[in-house]
Structure formats: C-alpha cells, structure tokens
Nanobody, 122 residues
Framework: QVQLVESGGGLVQPGGSLRLSCAASGNIFSINAMGWYRQAPGKQRELVATITSGGSTNYADSVKGRFTISRDNAKNTVYLQMNNLKPEDTAVYYC????????????????WGQGTQVTVSS
C-alpha cells in the first residue's frame, strides 16, 4: 500500500556532490519522521540523517557539515544533499518514513525504500 522510491544515486568523484530523493506514495494519511540510512559492503546499516515532521534534524558525525537532509511535506518527499563526498561514503542508501494510514489512529508504521547505490571513486 505504501512505497518509498529513492533516486539520484550514481558514480561521483571524491569531492563531488549528489542529491538523493525519496518519494513516498500510496495509502498515506501523514508522515512523521523520515530518514536516510546507508550500508556499505561488509558493514552494518548505519544512520546517516533523520528529520522530523517539524524539520528538526539529526546527523551522523561522519557526515555532519557535508550532508543536509530536508523534506517537502506537500510532495511526501525527503532529500539528502551530499557535498564533499569521500570514498568512505560509498554505500547503498535507504530512505524510510514513519507513516500513518488512518485518521485519528495513534500508530505509525516504518516503511523502507529499495535503496540507491552511491559510489565515490576516482
């Protein structure tokens, strides 16, 4: 009933920039927090950044000052602007959203996108 679709990944040289987008669609009443995670080969999934419905943000120390998370509530979309990319940023990036389906219902369900590959290499 709900899909989150990431886009914008690709190959970029060190020091370059990419902007990832994640659009949620389907049976959505509201979206609370949204976020980006990443998983590099042989490593555990790690938090990159999160953003609340009110715009409060949280970043991993490794990306703070280089990445910016934002959202467009009217489009049910979250973005990740990635600047000054480093080889260690190479990973599959996943977005998520905490989504409610029923008006007045207090519960949210966490949905995940399929991931988009970001490769930083010269």
């Amino acid at each position: 009933q709900v899909q989150l679709v990431e886009s914008g990944g690709g190959l970029v040289q060190p020091g370059g920039s990419l902007r990832l987008s994640c659009a949620a669609s389907g049976n959505i009443f509201s979206i609370n927090a949204m976020g980006w995670y990443r998983q590099a080969p042989g490593k555990q999934r790690e938090l990159v950044a999160t953003i609340t419905s009110g715009g409060s943000t949280n970043y991993a120390d490794s990306v703070k000052g280089r990445f910016t998370i934002s959202r467009d509530n009217a489009k049910n979309t979250v973005y990740l602007q990635m600047n000054n990319l480093k080889p260690e940023d190479t990973a599959v990036y996943y977005c998520n959203g905490d989504i409610s389906h029923i008006i007045g219902h207090p519960y949210y369900y966490r949905y995940w996108g399929q991931g988009t590959q970001v490769t930083v290499s010269s």
